[in-house]
């Protein structure tokens, strides 16, 4: 059994369920309009930090309707859904003191004091403003900083009333210990004397040379840098201790978003560090399994756990996560990690929280999961079971639809990674690629075995990238080719196609059509695969361009291939092809004006109905249209107000709308 493919007996995931707490009361449908009929909510953004007050977990999500997930750890193997905080704007960051939650949400001057004392009921009860955009709370015991470019003290003894203590000009305090506190002014570190918090003394300042201030452990001070943990007595180098053996990512221009750049507002290769006794703990934040750069890069992902009884040489003595990814062929991309006891609970920015027992830091085992996070992009329908995939953490929710009114979620797919495109064979095997943002780590094939999901296991990995579209029979269709699936388990390439982008199947025709483009010369193709060995492209066509996120939507009706385009180009948003001589295909028209919008536009067409959904939530995510007169007279017959939209499938009357927060179903109603 590979882990990587499924969750850890009795692992958590928060309350994904249908019928979301308040629902609008039902409008008048018109005929061949859409009813919602029930909503799958799910957790969503990007886990990127965890803290803990008390007997909570408080995990911020970044972009997500709930921005801070509140967890109950008090028993650490079973940690269960307490409730949810929206904040205003992206959080990536937050504190937390005797049950007040310091929250900073990203682009706005303030740090937001939320009382949290009823876990299902968060109120605003401060605002700390700043001067400048995006401060970072730190949390000392009784005192709180809040640094950007400038830093200011408060007091939180009553930590629903702080109190401002002073301001520092031009210094971002970043570690507070005792009466002392070390920040940063550029690449000069400075250290304070605040036993008086309301009159800083500097008592000296030494050049960083590039390094980050970690924390200190008694009169010592550590200092990362680059590979290196770096050990200071007062502004005297006294040891240093390589942690890594990898200097640089592959490429420069991978930096930032390979190390350098984080959700959570810290840098460099070793973040949160820990002293708990006689024992440090801090996360590297390096992607756990990354086969597009040298092995030791991923080696240094995960957990590590210092000994630290002698301040002036600490030693390595435990660690935990680059063995699990590549044993397991998963992405993983620690953020955070707190210690309570013997449990270390690291949030993952690519799965949610994991909690680890380190009682034995030279076998540090994995106990329990609370799976969070990710956004669902893309939905492919088995028989009789919907998948649907997910951006920002890598995962397959996978849904029984035998009442299509209400998917029943059977089972969740751990891939690691962000899955934009995957197909599914007979509901026995998942075909994905994956990647990261950006493309900066990209994984190959991938191949579950998902006959019994309650064992799912990838049977199959290799790293040429290939971009899986769609099944056609018992072949693959994918940006790098077509794929035999005689053997399910081991796809065998046999032939090149057209390239990336994306393709439908009908009968002996696939159609393809470039997507993430501007126009370009013979874009949209048909190629006759009635011998799968020998694809032959039997007639082009130039039509408009594209930027959709993902892939570009096609359907086939009767003798109608209907092209989409998210575009902010000006081009046309739909394209109608005739295909009734797929060797001579003919472009009856293009046309604009039906509710697109650039990074994802989906739709389809029936009984001269077109219903679409854009990316952009809003009063009219979705709009009807009555086509009867053709798609250049078409006219709005509904507007479905919804949340941001990545995909679509229809099933029978229902349609199952892809949000980032979760599935929405609707019934057509009606001819």
Not at 392 to 415: E, K, M, N, Q, W
Not at 433 to 460: A, F, Q
Not at 465 to 471: G, T
Not at 481 to 505: C, M, N, Q, W
Request: charged share 25%; glycine share 10%; hydrophobic share 35%.
């Amino acid at each position: 059994m590979v882990l990587s493919a499924i969750l850890l007996p009795g692992a958590v995931e928060p309350s994904g369920s249908f019928g979301p707490k308040k629902v609008a009361a039902p409008r008048r449908v018109p005929k061949g309009g859409l009813k919602r009929v029930s909503f799958y909510w799910d957790v969503w953004g990007i886990p990127s930090r965890i803290r803990i007050d008390g007997r909570y977990a408080y995990i911020p999500m970044g972009e997500s309707d709930q921005n801070v997930q509140i967890v109950d750890i008090s028993d650490p193997l079973h940690p269960s859904y307490a409730g949810g905080l929206r904040v205003e704007g992206w959080t990536y960051v937050v504190e937390v003191k005797d049950d007040v939650v310091y929250a900073a949400p990203r682009g706005s001057k303030e740090v937001v004091v939320y009382d949290v004392s009823e876990k299902g009921r968060p109120r605003v009860i401060r605002r700390l403003r700043h001067t400048h955009m995006n401060p970072y709370p730190v949390l000392a015991g009784d005192l709180l900083a809040v640094w950007s470019k400038d830093t200011r003290l408060y007091e939180v003894k009553d930590a629903r009333r702080p109190k401002l203590l002073c301001t520092l000009k031009d210094v971002e305090i970043k570690h507070i210990s005792g009466g002392t506190a070390w920040g940063r002014r550029g690449d000069t570190l400075l250290v304070f004397d605040i036993s008086d918090p309301s009159e800083p003394r500097e008592l000296y300042r030494m050049d960083l040379n590039g390094g980050r201030i970690l924390g200190t452990v008694g009169d010592y001070l550590y200092i990362g840098r680059g590979p290196y943990i770096l050990v200071y007595l007062r502004d005297r180098p006294v040891y240093a201790l390589k942690v890594y053996n990898f200097k640089e990512p592959i490429d420069p221009d991978y930096r930032d978003a390979a190390f350098g750049w984080s959700w959570a507002g810290d840098s460099g290769y070793q973040r949160d560090f820990q002293v708990v006794g006689d024992r440090a703990y801090f996360v590297c934040a390096a992607f756990g399994f990354a086969p597009n750069f040298p092995p030791e890069y991923s080696e240094c992902a995960g957990l590590w756990v210092l000994d630290v009884s002698d301040p002036a040489e600490p030693k390595v003595i435990g660690r935990w996560g680059a063995e699990y990814a590549r044993r397991n062929k998963v992405m993983i991309r620690f953020g955070s990690v707190q210690v309570r006891g013997n449990f270390a609970f690291v949030s993952d920015e690519l799965f949610g929280m994991r909690v680890l027992d380190v009682s034995d830091p030279a076998s540090i085992r994995e106990v329990a999961e609370y799976k969070c996070g990710g956004e669902m992009c893309c939905i492919r329908l088995g028989e009789g079971r919907a998948y649907v995939s997910e951006y920002l953490s890598g995962g397959i929710t996978v849904f029984d639809i035998g009442d299509p009114a209400r998917p029943r979620r059977i089972g969740y797919l751990h891939t690691g990674g962000y899955v934009y495109k995957f197909a599914v064979y007979k509901d026995s095997y998942i075909y994905f690629s994956e990647e990261t943002e950006g493309g900066i780590v990209r994984l190959g094939l991938g191949v579950m075995d998902i006959r019994d999901l309650k064992d799912p296991h990838i049977v199959h990995w290799e790293n040429e990238w290939v971009d899986p579209v769609a099944v056609a029979g018992d072949y693959l269709l994918a940006g790098s080719g077509i794929y035999s699936l005689k053997d399910p388990a081991h796809p065998r390439h046999v032939a090149d196609l057209a390239g990336p982008g994306t393709y439908v199947a009908s009968g002996n025709y696939a159609y393809w059509v470039q997507s993430r483009k501007p126009m370009r010369y013979n874009n949209f193709k048909v190629i006759d695969i009635s011998d799968p060995a020998n694809p032959e492209v039997v007639a082009a066509l130039t039509i408009g361009g594209d930027d959709s996120m993902i892939y570009r939507h096609m359907e086939i009706v009767g003798d109608r291939l209907y092209v989409g385009s998210a575009t902010p180009y000006g081009d046309p948003q739909i394209t109608e092809i005739y295909i009734g001589d797929p060797a001579h295909p003919k472009v009856l028209g293009e046309y604009n004006k039906l509710n697109s919008s650039d990074s994802s536009y989906h739709f389809f067409v029936r009984d001269r109905k077109l219903y679409t959904f854009r990316y952009y939530a809003g009063r009219k995510n979705g709009v009807v249209y009555d086509i009867g007169r053709g798609l250049g007279r078409a006219k709005v017959i509904q507007k479905v107000p919804g949340f941001y939209t990545w995909d679509l499938a229809v099933y029978g009357d229902f349609v199952y709308v892809v949000r980032l927060n979760g599935l929405e179903v609707f019934e057509i109603k009606g001819p």
